[in-house]
């Protein structure tokens, strides 16, 4: 079926060179980073966690968030997810790809990686994490080719995928829930030392994820003769609701807790950002950026008449994924570095040759998904016709 990625039109084409002139583009900025380090970065011995983390755990949800569509389908028999059920499952690959990618750009010598396997130990978090990842990645693989198979034969998928697709509904929150573990088991970092993290990781990663499947459901309507179907998308705009009034109770209840509480060590790192700390102030312009698009997504997801229209609901999903990103993906993992431990303020913005390695790994992402849904839309036009 691979082939079916392959038959494309020229906007087509074009799409893929411009994807494959940034991975190209990102690759030669990392063989530079290789050469001589991660003094490339804006990495420093007080904030060793920097862009490449946050991204590996933004994109751990985005990959966790596949089961909000299996689970109806597979578990309530709620037939109008069939369609988005693959599509889900065809963007969690990429997003664990990207997730290791990520990892690997964000060691110094990449190889070393091959000690969690070589001299594996069951007491590192970091180990338990590469075990999640690695079998939600082959679970989706085995999932998808199997399903997909079966629907081009136009037969019922085999009576033993069920067990798997039933095993990954609790594997998908499994690899957010040992992600935030890896934070919250720090207790020299304050910031990310709550009980709620894992909660918050997963309330997030229900609401960005739907939402940048509307979004693709909406682009594939657009491109192509399929349609997703309306239900769905009803359907998943409703997760995306709760799913992101959750997320903000979550990040109001820590607010809460730091501030009534009066503890300096948790509130120095609030107050780093969202007005700054010691004269210093990066990342707060961005978190108030986070905070509107949350509010705008919030009046324009709560009200019935605003998110039935598909315009609107389009926008929604904009403001409910940006916001999100720039929470988790910009500012979560380096403000628990700020204050260090010594109360000193030091602060850390990417580089311009981390952020370029950045573009060419979710350009790869994105190249992977337009082939997976390539094959998977293949495949539906030809039994549709």
């Not at 020229?10 to 001589?36: A, N, P």
């Not at 210093?280 to 009046?299: D, E, H, N, Q, R």
């Not at 605003?306 to 999100?324: H, P, W």
Request: charged share 10%; glycine share 8%; hydrophobic share 55%.
């Amino acid at each position: 079926m691979l082939e079916r990625a392959l038959i494309g039109g020229k906007k087509y084409w074009t799409w893929v060179f411009v994807l494959l002139g940034l991975i190209f583009i990102g690759t030669l900025f990392y063989l530079r980073q290789y050469d001589i380090g991660l003094t490339t970065t804006g990495l420093h011995r007080d904030i060793s966690w920097g862009f490449y983390v946050a991204q590996l755990t933004f994109l751990v949800g985005v990959a966790a968030s596949a089961v909000m569509m299996v689970l109806p389908y597979y578990l309530h028999n709620a037939k109008e997810f069939g369609k988005m059920t693959i599509l889900g499952e065809f963007l969690a690959i990429p997003a664990v790809i990207m997730c290791i990618l990520f990892v690997v750009v964000d060691l110094g010598q990449p190889f070393r990686g091959l000690n969690l396997f070589l001299y594996p130990s069951p007491s590192s978090l970091l180990f338990w994490d590469t075990i999640a990842l690695g079998g939600y990645l082959l679970l989706n693989i085995i999932i998808s080719q199997v399903t997909l198979g079966a629907e081009k034969k136009g037969i019922n998928p085999p009576k033993w995928i069920k067990p798997v697709i039933i095993l990954s509904i609790p594997w998908a929150i499994s690899i957010h829930t040992v992600t935030a573990f890896l934070y919250a088991g720090l207790p020299g970092r304050t910031f990310w030392l709550t009980a709620v993290l894992a909660p918050r990781f997963l309330a997030s990663a229900f609401a960005s994820g739907p939402a940048l499947l509307i979004l693709f459901a909406f682009i594939i309507r657009k491109v192509t003769k399929l349609d997703p179907g309306k239900t769905a998308i009803s359907k998943m705009s409703l997760i995306v609701t709760y799913a992101m009034c959750v997320n903000v109770f979550l990040i109001l209840m820590e607010l809460f807790t730091a501030f009534y509480s009066k503890i300096p060590e948790h509130m120095h790192h609030f107050q780093y950002l969202f007005v700054g700390l010691d004269g210093k102030a990066t990342l707060a312009p961005w978190m108030w950026i986070s905070v509107v698009l949350g509010i705008i997504s919030l009046i324009l997801l709560l009200i019935p008449k605003l998110r039935k229209n598909e315009k609107i609901l389009g926008i929604a999903c904009v403001t409910v994924f940006g916001s999100i990103w720039i929470d988790k993906g910009l500012g979560m993992v380096v403000t628990g570095f700020i204050p260090n431990p010594f109360g000193k303020v030091i602060e850390y913005w990417p580089t311009f040759p981390e952020f370029m390695i950045s573009v060419g790994i979710y350009a790869l992402g994105a190249l992977m998904v337009t082939g997976f849904y390539k094959i998977a839309l293949s495949v539906r036009e030809e039994l549709e016709a």
